[in-house]
């Protein structure tokens, strides 16, 4: 790698969410076909790929139940959350916690002036860098995911106003 080039980032990033994620024996009776789904939707990278994978499901097996649906979700969101520097979404007591690679206050205030985030977002005081949001509704991963996405386009603003 020579000097001055970005570190690759890595092509996911754990979640823990409180939410239910999975794919029920109902709808997938074969144990074998269960973990070759679980396999595919890991590798889930865009929002294509999960459009695709839930095509297919539905062609196989029917419509897929809400947990399959949430599961996809999360790997298309734990893909976006690495391309963004996110390295961990954790859910602790109403707050969603995302540990990043690196932390600049600009993308922080830049979260802080989006007013669906106004008084939600803060910064978590540790050994390596994270900020929370706090949860409002029960819709957790629609929220991952919007926020997710709101940290990516700050932090693309941030990196184009520089450039």
């Known amino acids: 790698m020579l000097k001055g080039?970005?570190?690759?980032?890595?092509?996911?990033?754990?979640?823990?969410?409180?939410v239910l994620a999975n794919i029920p024996e109902k709808y997938?009776?074969?144990?074998?076909?269960?973990?070759?789904?679980?396999?595919?939707?890991?590798?889930?990278?865009?929002e294509e790929d999960c459009?695709?994978?839930i095509a297919e499901l539905i062609d196989r097996y029917g419509?897929?139940?809400?947990?399959?649906?949430t599961l996809t979700s999360i790997a298309m969101m734990?893909?976006?959350?690495?391309?963004?520097?996110i390295t961990e979404i954790t859910q602790k007591e109403g707050w969603l916690n995302l540990k990043l690679s690196s932390f600049e206050m600009e993308i922080l205030s830049?979260?802080?002036a989006m007013s669906e985030y106004t008084g939600r977002v803060k910064v978590l005081a540790g050994t390596s860098p994270a900020i929370a949001l706090k949860l409002k509704g029960s819709a957790i991963v629609d929220e991952a995911v919007?926020?997710?996405?709101?940290?990516?386009s700050?932090?693309?603003?941030?990196?184009?106003s520089v450039i």
Do not use: H, W
């Open 5 to 18: 080039e970005k570190q690759p980032v890595k092509a996911d990033c754990p979640a823990d969410l409180n």
């Open 28 to 46: 997938i009776p074969s144990a074998q076909q269960r973990m070759d789904i679980y396999r595919r939707i890991a590798l889930i990278r865009t």
């Open 51 to 53: 459009d695709d994978m």
């Open 63 to 69: 419509d897929p139940p809400a947990e399959v649906i």
């Open 78 to 85: 734990r893909s976006e959350a690495a391309l963004a520097g």
């Open 110 to 112: 830049k979260l802080y």
């Open 146 to 152: 919007r926020f997710v996405r709101a940290y990516d």
């Open 154 to 160: 700050a932090k693309n603003a941030l990196t184009s």
